[in-house]
């Protein structure tokens, strides 16, 4: 049986829609006493998407989202 694309994502680490840590309020950084924290996580999305664009193939007009940044 083949797998679906969001079953790959998913093993990939990538969170799927409807996950409650996607509702989760993100925090900014607090520079620069945070600054090393902030590269960790840049690094970590960086390899994220490597994986990611290694195992799926995105056609034109498709590709990675993250929540919404609401005010």
Do not use: K, Y
Request: glycine share 8%; no cysteine; net charge negative.
């Amino acid at each position: 049986m083949a797998t679906s694309a969001s079953e790959t994502m998913r093993s990939l680490g990538i969170l799927q829609e409807g996950d409650a840590f996607l509702r989760q309020t993100a925090r900014p950084f607090d520079f620069p006493a945070e600054a090393e924290d902030a590269r960790r996580v840049v690094a970590e999305l960086n390899s994220a998407a490597e994986r990611v664009s290694a195992a799926h193939i995105f056609g034109q007009g498709h590709g990675h989202r993250g929540p919404a940044n609401r005010h």
